[in-house]
């Protein structure tokens, strides 16, 4: 009976259309995870101590690793190296942190636009709702 309800579920995500970390959609969430931890630390870094600051960037640099460390498919491999640079950078800056906050929100806010692009590069909206197809009718 387990695997029975195991089974129906896997369908039905299956259904869905939820991918399983290889396609464009998953990665464009996983950027758009991103990129949202980066804008929020862009808006609240001037507001946060240094200790805090790094601990959110250390945070930042894992999920970096996660991505570049999951298996994707040979349409998302070009992208990775972008992603591997802004993780190198943000890492540099933890790791130096003598630059004073001018630096590590020049770098942050750097980070943040070339993930912005990514994203664009990509061509999935990252949240799409059908409204804007109900609205043409």
């Known amino acids: 009976m387990k695997n029975k309800a195991f089974m129906d579920f896997k369908n039905f995500l299956i259904s869905e259309g939820v991918k399983t970390g290889t396609g464009k959609e998953y990665f464009s969430v996983k950027i758009g995870d991103l990129t949202t931890s980066l ?8 507001h946060m101590g240094t200790r805090t600051t790094t601990d959110v960037l250390n945070g ?3 999920a970096i690793r996660v991505i570049l460390n999951d298996n994707w ?3 998302i491999r070009p992208y990775l190296p972008k992603i591997q640079n802004i993780g190198v950078a ?6 130096k942190n003598d630059g004073g906050m001018e630096v590590l929100a020049g770098t942050i806010e750097a980070a943040k636009t070339e993930l912005e692009n990514l994203i664009s590069k990509l ?3 990252l949240y799409s709702t059908n409204n804007d197809e109900e609205n043409e009718e």
């Open 123 to 125: 061509g999935n909206p």
């Open 39 to 46: 804008q929020k630390l862009s808006r609240d870094v001037n």
């Open 90 to 95: 943000l890492a540099k800056l933890v790791e």
């Open 73 to 75: 498919d040979e349409t």
């Open 60 to 62: 930042i640099i894992i």
